[in-house]
């Protein structure tokens, strides 16, 4: 079946030490995005790669890289992960075409706990 | 700013009530909209989407659409204990390629 993967499902990470987490997809989909969910909250959308093009939006901090390797892989680095970076970690992806309406689908999530 | 309004509850409902979830928008120009539920713990699944003014349907769901009000609702008939979960609403500003503005949900609890 088609589908969008994370890896991996749970990270446990240290105060300050960086952590790599990565989403895969099988449904060719052009565009490849990260949301940031935390408890009760909306997710967040964080940045995302229309083909090789990043978009970043604007109050995503600094502390935050992506790389989109090819179609099929995309990573997220937190580089000092703090406390307040500890959240579900969501990727998505959608078919960016003229006659599509951009419906997205999503990994299961990474769960992320900084101690 | 975009901005997407829910309810974040809980709405309570009994087992084989309706259960009807709103969502208001700010931006008059979005054009598609979407539900999708989230089980906690988990990830959104998409459940349907709208972009016609009106009503839709998928089984048990109703999507229905008034953009001048700039108003979004589902409806979910013969609610079962399944269906507690959170409802997001997600806008976005049309066909081809735009990014999803959510709404923070609303939770739903069925119960038996």
């Known amino acids: 079946d088609a589908m969008v993967i994370q890896n991996p499902r749970y990270q446990v990470t240290q105060f300050g030490k960086p952590v790599t987490l990565s989403c895969s997809q099988t449904?060719?989909?052009?565009?490849m995005y990260w949301y940031q969910q935390k408890s009760s909250q909306a997710p967040k959308l964080l940045f995302h790669?229309?083909?090789?093009?990043?978009?970043n939006e604007a109050d995503t901090p600094d502390n935050f890289q992506s790389r989109r390797p090819n179609t099929s892989f995309c990573f997220l680095d937190i580089r000092s992960p703090g406390l307040g970076d500890a959240a579900m970690y969501l990727c998505?992806?959608?078919?960016?075409?003229?006659?599509?309406?951009?419906?997205?689908?999503f990994g299961p999530g990474t769960r992320l706990t900084v101690l | 700013q975009k901005e997407v309004e829910q309810n974040s509850g809980p709405l309570s409902v009994p087992e084989g009530a309706i259960a009807s979830l709103n969502c208001t928008y700010s931006?008059?120009?979005?054009?598609?909209f979407f539900w999708y539920r989230q089980y906690s713990g988990k990830s959104p699944e998409l459940i349907m989407f709208?972009?016609?003014?009106g009503d839709k349907e998928d089984g048990r769901f109703t999507a229905q659409l008034n953009k001048a009000s700039q108003y979004v609702s589902l409806l979910i008939r013969d609610s079962q204990p399944s269906d507690s979960a959170t409802y997001l609403c997600?806008?976005?500003?049309?066909?081809?390629?735009?990014?999803?503005?959510f709404g923070k949900g609303t939770m739903l609890l069925v119960s038996p």
């Open positions: 790669y229309y083909d090789k093009d990043f978009n």
């Open positions: 709208i972009y016609s003014n």
């Open positions: 931006d008059r120009g979005s054009q598609s």
């Open positions: 998505a992806t959608s078919r960016a075409l003229e006659s599509s309406y951009n419906e997205q689908f």
């Open positions: 997600a806008v976005n500003g049309g066909p081809g390629y735009s990014t999803l503005t």
């Open positions: 449904l060719n989909h052009n565009v």
